[in-house]
């Protein structure tokens, strides 16, 4: 079962200062309209050529605009052999309602 976690889990853990990646995998025009403060940005499309860029030992968690996307990509990285890798649980989408609603819905 592919782990989730949910954005005020995740606001939680980076306002502990908690080791945690996370990666972007929306579209450019998406992430222009709405972003994750301090994440990394690796298009779907991109990111079999661009794994090279990520650290398997380290805890990922992967988010798109619902979660439908990053999930698909949070099984591709533990398939690679990530270790910790987790899917944020309703994306951006979720972000905005229950974290931060400075960041725009689209």
């Known amino acids: ?13 980076l306002d502990r200062g908690d080791d945690v990646v996370v990666l972007d995998v929306r579209e450019p025009e998406e992430v222009a ?7 990394i940005h690796i298009p779907l499309t991109e990111l079999p050529g ?3 860029e990520l ?3 380290r ?6 605009h619902h979660g439908i996307r990053s ?8 398939q ?4 910790h890798v987790s899917n944020l649980a309703g994306g951006i989408d979720r972000w905005s309602q229950t974290v931060d609603p400075g960041v725009p819905r689209y």
């Open 80 to 83: 690679r052999d990530f270790e």
């Open 50 to 52: 661009r794994l090279h």
């Open 1 to 13: 079962m592919l782990a989730a976690i949910s954005p005020p889990e995740l606001k939680q853990r």
């Open 55 to 57: 650290d398997p030992g």
């Open 33 to 39: 309209l709405a972003q994750v403060p301090g994440s």
């Open 59 to 64: 805890e990922i968690v992967v988010l798109c």
């Open 71 to 78: 999930a698909n990509v949070a099984a591709f990285l533990a």
